[in-house]
C-alpha cells in the first residue's frame, strides 16, 4: 500500500473516461460455461453454485507479512463479513506460503464461514517496480497448489495477481492477463479467477474498462471476475459511478477489491460513493485492510486487536451501507437457505461505565428459529438512525461519543440470511463532561509565506485514562482559514474551528499526546487562537 499511496501523487488531475461499448454486450455466464461446480459467473454475476446471488462483503487480511495472526478470521467474521481477501506471496518477493499454509487458510476460512479470496502479491506494479513478479509466474504458483485448491471451489476464488502492472505502459497488462487466465484453465481449473487492473489498481487510463470484453472473452468458461481497487483516484461520486455503471450495462462481473477512505496529502477517496454504489447494484468490495499497515491510517483495527477499532474500522463495518448492515452468510455455510423469519427485538438496553466519550450497553438476547448471528446498535436522534456499533453478543461499548451529551441509542438483531429484528426501545445516555484541566495544547507556525502559513497543534491528555473520538475547539481572530490537515479533519464556520481525529490520532492515551498539522491562509496578521476546548472541557495553553 505504501507503494500504490506513493505513485498517487501525479495521478488524480490525469484521470481520464473511457468507453466498455455495452450495447453489443451478451450476458456473462453464457453458454461456453459447464455446469458450475462452485461460485461461478452468471447472467453477469457471482453465484453459488445452487445460483444464489453472492455479494462480497469483506475486507482484505496481510496474511503473508503476518502469518501468526490467522485468528484474526474469526475477529473479522464476528464483525458481519461474508468474505476475506487473504494476502499470500509465490516467492517472487516474498517468502511463498506453502502448500500446507494455504489450505490451513482456506480451512480456517470455512470454520469462520467466510468465503476466500486468495491473491498472489508479488505482481504489485509491475512494468514500474522492478521487484514485481509477473502474472505468469503467478500462475505457474497457483498451478503448484492445484492439489490444494481442487474442490474447494464453492468456497475460494483465485484472484492471479495483485495490481499487475503500475503506470508504465499499462496497455501491457492485457495479453498476460489472458495468458494467465488460459493457463490456469488448461491447467483444469474451475474456480471463478478474479483480475485485477493496471495503473496499481486503479486502471486510471482505462485499459481493463476497454479491453474487458475480449478479456472476458478469453476465459472459455465465462467465470472471470473484474476487481477494481478504488484510492485516491476516485475521489468523486461521477468517477466511481461511471466506472462501476459501465461494467454492469455491459453485464460483465466487477467488484471494489481493495478500497480507502481516510483523507491523505495524496487527495479524499470518495468512499460513501463507491459503498453507495455498490449497495444500489449488488457489487461486492473488500476494503484495505484489516491490521498491519506501515501507517495505520488505513488499519481497520489496530495491532489485530478488534477492541481498538479504528475510525475508518467503524465506517465500513457499521456505517451507511456498512458490512453489518448488507452483509449475507453464503448459503454454501447455512446462511440464508430459505429463511424468511426475522428474529424477535432485543430486549431494551440499559447503559453503564458512562464516560466523557463512551458508554456500555446491555440487552437481553433475540430469540430466532434458525439462530441470531448479531446485533446492531442504532444511535436514534429524531427519525434518524446511524449505526455505531455492532456485536455477536448481548453488550457493547459505544466509543467515540462527545463530553457533556445526550444520546439515546437502540438494538436491532439479524439472523444469518439478513432477516432484521423490530427495533428495541431506546435507552437515553448522557456522557460525563471532560474534567478542566485533563488536557493542554500547544500551538505553533512551522511556515509562513504571502497569504498563507502551515500550523502544528500538540494535544496532550495530562488526565488519568484515555481520551478517544475527541474534538477539539478554537478559534481564529484574524479571519484565518483553514484548507487542509492532515492527523485531523477540521470543520470551519467563521472563525471558529472544531478538529475531529483520524484513525491514527483518535486515541490519547494518559500521560501522551497527538499532533495535527495544516495548511491554512491568512491576511496581513495572524494572531494564534487564545484557547482551546477538548470535548468541551477547557485545557492548557502550552
Partial sequence: MSTLLARLATLVALVVLGALAPGAAQAAGDARAPAATGLHISNGRLVEGNGNDFVMRGVNHAHTWYPNELGSLADIKAQG?????????????????????????IARCKANKLI?????????????????????????????????????????VINIGNEPWGNTGPEGWTAPTIAAIQKLRNAGFEHTIMVDAPNWGQDWQQVMRTNARSVYAADTTGNLIFSIHMYSVFDTAAEITDYLNAFGEARLP?????????????????????M??????????????????????????????????????????????????????????????????????????????????????????????????????????????????????????????????????????????????????????????????????????????????QGEIAIRNTGTAAVTGWKLGFSFADGQTVSNM?????????????????SYTNTIPAGGSVTVGFIGSKGAVNTAPGAFTLNGASCVNS
Fill in 81 to 105: 463479513a461474508n468474505t476475506v481477501r487473504v494476502v499470500l506471496a509465490d516467492g517472487h518477493r516474498w517468502t511463498a506460503n506453502s502448500a500446507s499454509d494455504v489450505a490451513d487458510v
Fill in 116 to 156: 476466500c479470496v486468495l491473491e498472489v502479491h508479488d505482481t504489485t506494479g509491475y512494468g514500474e517496480d522492478a521487484a514485481a513478479g509477473t502474472l505468469d509466474q503467478a500462475a505457474d504458483y497457483w498451478i503448484g497448489l492445484k492439489d490444494v485448491l481442487a474442490g474447494q471451489e464453492d468456497y475460494i
Fill in 254 to 274: 466487477i467488484l471494489i477489491g481493495e478500497f480507502g477512505g481516510p483523507a491523505d496529502q495524496w487527495g479524499d477517496p470518495d468512499e460513501d460513493t463507491m
Fill in 276 to 453: 453507495a454504489a455498490a449497495q444500489q447494484l449488488g457489487l461486492g468490495y473488500l476494503a484495505w485492510s484489516w491490521s498491519g499497515n506501515t501507517d495505520p491510517i488505513l488499519d481497520l483495527v489496530l495491532n489485530f486487536d478488534p477492541a481498538r477499532m479504528t475510525s475508518w474500522g467503524q465506517r465500513v463495518f457499521h456505517g451507511v451501507n456498512g458490512i453489518a448492515q448488507t452483509a449475507k452468510e453464503a448459503t454454501v455455510f447455512g446462511g440464508g437457505a430459505g429463511d424468511t423469519q426475522a428474529p424477535t427485538a432485543p430486549g431494551t438496553p440499559t447503559a453503564s461505565a458512562v464516560t466523557a466519550t463512551s458508554a456500555h450497553l446491555a440487552w437481553t438476547a433475540s430469540g430466532d428459529n434458525v439462530g441470531v448471528t448479531g446485533y446492531d446498535v442504532v444511535r436514534v436522534s429524531g427519525g434518524t438512525e446511524t449505526t455505531v456499533a455492532s456485536a455477536t453478543g448481548t453488550s457493547v461499548t459505544v466509543t467515540g461519543l462527545s463530553a457533556n451529551t445526550a444520546y439515546s441509542f437502540a438494538v436491532y438483531a439479524r439472523d444469518a440470511a439478513g432477516n432484521r429484528s423490530a427495533r428495541s426501545a431506546t435507552v437515553s445516555v448522557t456522557t460525563t463532561a471532560t474534567p478542566a484541566g485533563s488536557c493542554s495544547v500547544g500551538y505553533r507556525v512551522v511556515g509562513d509565506w504571502p497569504g498563507g502559513f
Fill in 486 to 502: 492532515w492527523g485531523g479533519t477540521a470543520a470551519q464556520s467563521g472563525g471558529s474551528v472544531t478538529v475531529t481525529p483520524a
